[in-house]
């Protein structure tokens, strides 16, 4: 089972750009999908981003196209985020995620996801 951290979050103003980083152990990371997704207070998590195990694909909720850019380094078993332009709308816990299957090219729903990061919060206010 591969274990995923989250790092990166915090207080930011409208505007702002942050990067979030997803670690994870194990020898595995590079042969799954993995994706980003997020949940507010009060809503049920939403997909956000997602890449192939080589990176080459990717995907996008509509909500984020354009100001998010999800990478992935396999040398160092870690993901990232990188948020710009963010608004208060993107306030949330983020969550990273390694697809269930390894076959598939991109997962962008939950159900896909069978190992989670604990999550890291993300605030966007002024």
């Known amino acids: 089972q591969v274990q995923l951290v989250e790092s990166g979050g915090g207080l930011v103003q409208p505007g702002d750009s942050l990067r979030l980083s997803c670690a994870a152990s194990g020898r595995t990371f590079s042969a799954y999908p993995m994706g980003w997704f997020r949940q507010a207070p009060g809503k049920e998590r939403e997909f956000v981003a997602a890449?192939?195990?080589?990176?080459?694909?990717?995907a996008y909720a509509d909500s984020v196209k354009g100001r998010f850019t999800i990478s992935r380094d396999n040398a160092k078993n870690t993901m990232y985020l990188q948020m710009t332009s963010l608004k208060s709308e993107d306030t949330a816990d983020y969550y990273c995620?390694?697809?269930?299957?390894?076959?598939?090219?991109?997962?962008?729903?939950?159900?896909?996801?069978?190992?989670w990061g604990q999550g890291t919060q993300v605030t966007v206010s002024s």
């Open positions: 890449i192939s195990w080589s990176g080459s694909s990717t």
């Open positions: 995620a390694r697809a269930r299957a390894s076959y598939v090219t991109i997962a962008t729903r939950t159900y896909q996801y069978d190992s």
